[in-house]
């Protein structure tokens, strides 16, 4: 199957061209609807204009029953530009005056009109007189417009004709003669000083040809040394058993990090257990003691928890603790820290926060743990102490406060809230 041979600037030229034509015919039509309508409403007010000059004159001859007078004013209404038809009708119905322009009943009666009608005020009330009707035609609107339409045509035509000469001008010298002298390069390489094969044309400027051009002769510096990146083998190879150790390398990191997550991890409520709790109350402590960032604990303990095992059983007594290990995680804002201190006693660590901000919170994972419903046993409630860390303080110092204040909360009758208070 045999191909035309089109060069590429007759192809660019072509679809450029082919997208002009269209966008100028589209916008031409636009702008003949918009005149043409403009013209219309135009036309249908002059009628309008012209129905309320001689609507009193009407008006009057009618009254009088001078049937010479309204043929007299509707002859000069005839008369008149752009009204091409008359047509009066009195309130019998009957035809007082008619006529249309010989050849435009259908275009006018169709088309362009206006109709009003005589009244005569008699005693407070108004008597029907005749309606009249002026018609114009279609025939107007085009005698007005068809100077600029072929201007507007003409214009277009003048464009287009322009465009096509300055790009099939632009195209052969910017386009089709510079890739006419790359291809000849190409054909009849020569090599170098270095005995690598190049293609050198002078471009007068720096553009898509010149790109071309030097990845051109990219491509052969790869060519001609392609011999020296097959005894470099060895070596990628040993790249890439490098990465692929480094990757194994990092999936144990990641392996390690998860044993890691595990061993900080309680079993049973899937919170930080004690030994993760400690290392972060560590971290808060140090980051107080660098940027003075405050925080605070709360300590948990589960109102008559050993009643729940012995009434209920150690499973059921479990499935507590993960329901209210869960309560609280879904209450502490995501830069806190909780976890299972020891047996039904729970800990959080709030960062940023003052003792009012901390009991303000505690108290409401106490109102969300007593308004909650368990499966199998009916009400749960828990008691609460909160404790803020002090400057060049200790752990055990904030946490054994946390454990006062947990501790008062329990001799005032469990479900509260208490704030630890120097004495």
Do not use: C
Request: aromatic residues 8%.
């Amino acid at each position: 199957m045999s191909l035309k041979s089109i060069s590429l600037s007759q192809q660019l030229l072509t679809s450029i061209l082919g997208i002009y034509v269209i966008i100028t015919l589209v916008v031409t039509l636009v702008h003949v609807v918009i005149e043409y309508n403009y013209t219309k409403s135009n036309i249908q007010s002059e009628l309008n204009r012209i129905a309320h000059i001689f609507e009193p004159a009407l008006q009057t001859a009618m009254w009088n029953l001078s049937q010479d007078q309204v043929e007299s004013i509707a002859k000069g209404m005839r008369e008149m530009p752009l009204v091409y038809g008359v047509n009066i009708v009195d309130a019998n119905n009957n035809t007082l005056f008619h006529s249309v322009q010989e050849g435009m009943d259908q275009d006018t009666q169709s088309t362009l009109m206006y109709s009003f009608s005589l009244f005569q005020t008699m005693d407070s009330s108004k008597i029907y007189l005749a309606k009249v009707t002026l018609y114009s035609s279609e025939r107007a609107i085009f005698e007005r417009l068809k100077v600029g339409f072929a201007m507007l045509f003409l214009n277009a035509m003048i464009k287009s004709v322009a465009l096509i000469l300055l790009f099939y001008i632009a195209f052969r010298k910017h386009l089709e003669r510079p890739l006419y002298e790359l291809m000849q390069q190409i054909s009849n390489l020569k090599e170098n000083q270095n005995g690598i094969q190049t293609i050198d044309v002078d471009f007068q400027k720096v553009n898509e040809f010149t790109m071309l051009q030097s990845k051109f002769n990219e491509l052969l510096h790869y060519i001609h040394f392609q011999e020296d990146l097959r005894s470099k083998t060895a070596e990628e190879q040993n790249r890439k058993l490098e990465h692929l150790v480094k990757e194994r390398t990092n999936e144990l990191e990641i392996a390690n990090q998860k044993l890691q997550r595990l061993a900080s991890t309680d079993a049973l409520t899937q919170i930080a257990n004690r030994s993760k709790i400690d290392e972060e109350l560590t971290q808060a402590m140090h980051q107080n003691k660098r940027y003075n960032r405050n925080f605070s604990v709360v300590m948990i303990d589960i109102d008559h928890f050993k009643n729940v095992n012995d009434t209920y059983g150690h499973q059921v007594g479990d499935s507590v603790l993960k329901t209210i290990a869960s309560l609280i995680k879904k209450r502490v804002r995501a830069v806190d820290v909780v976890g299972r201190w020891g047996g039904e006693e729970f800990m959080i660590l709030y960062h940023e926060a003052d003792l009012q901000t901390a009991a303000e919170l505690a108290e409401n994972i106490r109102k969300t743990v007593d308004l909650h419903h368990f499966e199998t046993i009916n009400h749960i409630t828990i008691s609460l102490g909160v404790a803020q860390y002090k400057p060049n303080s200790s752990i055990e110092d904030v946490v054994q406060e946390a454990d006062t204040a947990l501790y008062r909360s329990k001799e005032e009758g469990r479900n509260r809230v208490s704030v630890f208070e120097e004495s």
